[in-house]
């Protein structure tokens, strides 16, 4: 069945929603978007979201007039009119549409996307397959922090990843781990203590990072913000990932070498009940 989707003030059928040929999200990949999480018909951690898309849009200069009030009451439109249990909500704002130009004017009207995607997000965390990663160089431009639309590399490393028969990428700077195509990375040490990237311009500031840190600390697991090897990756006794589209998933493979006992591990297990109860109690 079409989805209902938002485009610039209206809801439309998604085979008749439309976007300018000359909008610059379309030809600068001038835009930036968030991914919420949807569990029970309600958005996952708005807040985090919200804020961390002003904070995009300032990286990039791009005013909005949208309020919080009005885009969440586009995001539990979105969710009402297509009826979404599960999944996430899109959100994209790009900076408008102008002829063709590096030079850009500062008073372009932003355009404004909202769509949904149902997509099981429970399930396979109860299953919790372990991944399999390869690792490749991180050939991004250099402010992956923010979370623009120029997502080619990252799509183009998985795909590669993919075509080995492996899930996804670990992208390597300077010889330490930033983060996966499309997730922040964590790995226990060999005393259990969770040690991932601390924020910085080279990786994304993951909402569900945030969050699992948070619990983690609650859980009284020990946390250590830095860079880390692929080295201490292949010591390590667990590693997992995390995004607000899959929440987190245990990583037990790396360059097709066993990480741990090559099976998901307890202290993955534990967050992943724990960021679960978290979720449940901050739905909007
Ligand atoms: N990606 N790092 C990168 C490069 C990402 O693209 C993402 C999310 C994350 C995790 O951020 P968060 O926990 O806030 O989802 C880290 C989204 C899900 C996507 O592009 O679909």
Redesign the pocket.
Known sequence: MARIVFVNGEFVSEDEAKVSIFDRGFLFADAV?E?T?ILDGKLVDWQ??FE?LKRSLTELNITIDFSEKYLLDLHRKIINKNKLNEG?V?LQVTRGAADRDFVFENTLKPSLIIFSQSKEIIKPLLVNKGLSVMTSQDIRWQR?DI?TTQ?LA?SLLKMEALSKSMDDVWMVKDNRIT??????VFIVDSVGKIITRSLSHD????????VILKVAKESGLEIEERSFTLEECYSASEAFI?????FIRSVVRINGKLIGKGKSGEIVGSLISAHLEYCKSHLT
Not at 179 to 184: A, D, L, P, Y
Not at 242 to 246: E, F, K
């Open positions: 978007y991914v999480p985090g979201h961390r996430i899109y992956p979370k997502l990252p983060e996966g195509t499309s997730n922040n990786i994304l500031g993951g909402i569900t990072r945030a995390t995004s607000s589209s899959i």
